[in-house]
């Protein structure tokens, strides 16, 4: 299994929170959304273990199953089809979470995430 780790799971991976060891573990692939790497990065800035966080960051990305994935002209398709689909709904999400589920979509992968708001997102399978 190919598992996206939302920003929040990333965060609770390392807080050695059991149900992201558990799905980490399962998975054969770990992919970080660009959108959560720019995320990590931002919260890093904004924190007082820049360095900490920045060394912890870069040894996750080093193992032989984490991969990154950037948004591209295919990932536009999905985030199309879902920001219209959320609007008909009259449920949005932020946009970065949007970006986030369109890569999901377009790898074929798990998502692990602690946010609600994926539920008005069927089709996003989530761990």
């Keep these: 299994m190919k598992l996206a780790?939302?920003?929040?799971?990333?965060t609770a991976?390392?807080?050695?929170d059991r149900r992201a060891l558990?799905?980490?573990q399962a998975a054969t692939e770990v992919?970080?959304?660009?959108?959560?790497?720019?995320?990590?990065?931002?919260?890093?800035e904004a924190g007082s273990l820049t360095r900490q966080n920045?060394?912890?960051?870069?040894?996750?990305?080093?193992k032989p199953t984490a991969r990154i994935v950037?948004?591209?002209e295919q990932t536009t398709f999905h985030y199309a089809r879902m920001w219209n689909q959320l609007r008909r709904q009259?449920?949005?999400?932020?946009?970065?979470?949007?970006?986030?589920?369109?890569?999901?979509?377009?790898?074929?992968?798990v998502l692990l995430t602690y946010d609600r708001h994926f539920?008005?997102?069927?089709?996003?399978?989530?761990w």
């Design 22 to 24: 558990e799905a980490t």
């Design 119 to 126: 539920d008005h997102l069927p089709q996003i399978p989530r």
């Design 90 to 109: 009259g449920t949005p999400l932020p946009q970065n979470d949007l970006w986030i589920a369109a890569l999901v979509l377009q790898h074929n992968c």
């Design 5 to 10: 780790l939302d920003t929040n799971a990333y």
């Design 31 to 44: 992919v970080l959304p660009l959108i959560v790497l720019a995320e990590l990065r931002a919260g890093f």
């Design 70 to 72: 950037a948004p591209d």
């Design 54 to 62: 920045e060394a912890r960051l870069e040894r996750f990305l080093n």
């Design 13 to 16: 991976l390392f807080r050695h």
